[in-house]
């Protein structure tokens, strides 16, 4: 596969490449005009550092753009930007139509295994929304499962297309949550980033100062984010080599294995262990989000043959 750069803004089939259009969304939902107001270029916005703003806005596009008339999520959980999480799905259905003629293979038969689920069930609900596929959704926190499994419960769309698995080992990515019959046409992860909690807030504080331009002492995270989901022990590096080298194990129950890696100065060590476990095949792709690029790297044990035959599968 040829590398992909990102190109300026956003996937082309995005629907959030335009700027929010909030009185559709507040007809959506009725709630976040509270929290909108003209900015100094009288331009409609909200306080992006403020975390009830964000998690309104959260509830109105995926009301609006997804059909997804309950979501909730416990306070103080992560409350993801959605724009840049539909451009991951986005891309992976751009893998998968390499394989199908150019056409994106849509429908529940195409099922994906998300790595890191959280208490947002984010990624399913875009992915079935916009493409119909399955999910199982994975998480080391009970309470993440439970929120995740409520919204699936409280939405008819997801029901029976996404699954909650609960990570009972803190360092296994795919045992216990891969079963020997289970085939995954791609998974998804956006790893922790940070390597302590320390750091967790110093990222968060820089976020709130570059938002409002005030210096801030501590910062609420306006995105939310339990430790578990934006820090752990070697940060973003060391879980995206163990989720690697632990990803040989299950080389036939996965077409593509994917992830995100938001800083360029990472990927070197990420390669190398990429080399180390000899897949068949990998690349990564660029995405850009307003100043902000972050990659996916995908790789795949099948050979030419084992693609062609897995491919073959999803034939309308």
């Known amino acids: 596969m040829a590398h992909k750069e990102h190109k300026k803004g956003l996937h082309p089939r995005n ?7 909030f009185p ?6 009725p709630k976040l005009a509270d929290y909108v107001f003209k900015n100094k270029y009288e331009e409609l916005s909200i306080d992006f550092a403020d975390p009830k703003a964000v998690l309104a806005l959260n509830k ?9 008339k309950k ?3 416990p306070d103080g959980y992560l409350c993801p930007p959605i724009p ?3 451009d991951y799905l986005h891309y992976i259905a751009d893998i998968l139509a390499e394989f199908h003629g150019g056409k994106i293979p849509k429908g529940s038969k195409i099922k994906g295994l998300d790595i890191g689920i959280g ?9 079935n929304s916009v493409y119909g596929w399955s999910f199982v959704g994975s998480d080391i926190e009970k309470e993440s499962i439970e929120s995740s499994q409520k919204i699936i419960e409280d939405n008819d769309s997801l029901k029976g297309n996404v699954e909650c698995r609960l990570q009972t080992n803190h360092d296994s990515i795919f045992t216990g949550i891969i079963k020997e019959d289970d085939r995954f046409d791609f998974t998804l992860c956006n790893p922790p980033f940070h390597k302590s909690q320390e750091e967790a807030q110093a990222g968060s504080k820089r ?4 938002l409002t331009k005030q210096l801030v002492n501590k910062a609420s995270l306006n995105f939310g984010g339990k430790s578990n989901e934006l820090w ?3 940060g973003e590096v060391a879980f995206v080599k163990a989720m690697i080298k632990q990803s040989k194990k299950y080389s036939k129950n996965c077409f593509w294995f994917s992830t995100i890696v938001s800083k360029k100065d990472n990927l070197q060590f990420i390669y190398d262990t990429i080399d180390y476990v000899k897949p068949t095949e990998y690349d990564t792709i660029e995405m850009q989000h307003g100043q902000k690029i972050s990659r996916i790297v995908i790789w795949t044990f099948l050979t030419k043959e084992e693609q062609k035959q897995w491919a073959s599968k999803w034939q309308d």
């Open 15 to 21: 629907p959030h490449n335009k700027r929010y259009d």
């Open 84 to 86: 840049g999480r539909a």
């Open 232 to 234: 752990c022990k070697g």
């Open 207 to 210: 976020k709130v100062q570059n």
């Open 119 to 127: 208490a947002n069930c984010i990624y399913p609900i875009v992915g």
């Open 24 to 29: 559709q969304l507040v007809k959506s939902l």
């Open 71 to 73: 979501w909730s999520i």
């Open 60 to 68: 109105a596009l995926l009301s609006h753009f997804y059909n997804i």
